[in-house]
């Protein structure tokens, strides 16, 4: 994998990981969600990086870790977020790299619109969705929602309107359309280390991470 093609995954897996972390209440206080990737579209060359793809959601009180495993292991992150503190850390292992990045505050004060259409509907894992479209000015998220899951998600915490629990979303960004959808859900409490930056990766801001990351893919 040449380094533009490692720079240009990263772009896309910050977009995806910035959109799909959730935090829970109610009955869904601790417990765990599975998501893999059941379509893809985009470029060729990203195509076997996205390819088996999965996600999973570990939810423990106020703490959140959301994991990502692309290319049959061979680049995986997490996104730890402490909702006392408002603050969220992407860890990633890549090429022997392994880095902590500090992200930024998300502004979720862009304009956007928010449809659903009841006749698009699916069943997942035993619950029964509809499709729900989030447009913004240069993004479109499409997502199919239950009514039957209470607990809230990041979706409604960046579009307040939303209602209902995503268990399948659509993801455009960058040329890449990822489709993620419900696997599993558990509700076994998730153990605390999850929920730990371990001492041998890196510490960075994420100014610092896309200026290292531009600067081995020699841009």
């Avoid at 009955?27 to 390819?51: A, R």
Wanted: aromatic share 10%; hydrophobic share 40%; net charge neutral.
């Amino acid at each position: 994998m040449n380094r533009f093609t490692v720079f240009s995954f990263l772009l896309v897996l910050f977009s995806l990981m910035m959109t799909i972390e959730m935090t829970a209440q109610k009955e869904f206080t601790n417990g765990s969600i599975s998501y893999k990737v059941i379509t893809i579209d985009g470029p060729d060359y990203l195509k076997p990086m996205m390819k088996g793809g999965r996600a999973r959601l570990h939810i423990r009180d106020h703490m959140v870790n959301l994991e990502l495993n692309m290319m049959k292991g061979m680049v995986k992150s997490q996104r730890i977020t402490n909702h006392k503190t408002d603050t969220s850390y992407m860890l990633n292992q890549m090429m022997g790299d392994k880095t902590a990045v500090l992200l930024d505050t998300p502004d979720f004060s862009t304009p956007y619109e928010i449809s659903y259409n009841k006749k698009a509907t699916k069943e997942i894992l035993g619950y029964s969705c509809h499709q729900a479209i989030i447009k913004l000015e240069d993004t479109t998220v499409k997502l199919y929602v239950t009514d039957k899951i209470s607990a809230l998600n990041q979706f409604k915490h960046s579009y307040g309107d939303l209602k209902g629990f995503p268990l399948e979303y659509v993801m455009d960004q960058n040329g890449v359309t990822l489709t993620f959808q419900a696997s599993a859900i558990s509700h076994e409490v998730p153990d605390p280390s999850k929920f730990v930056i371990p001492t041998d990766f890196e510490l960075m801001t994420l100014a610092e991470f896309e200026a290292a990351m531009r600067g081995k893919a020699g841009m």
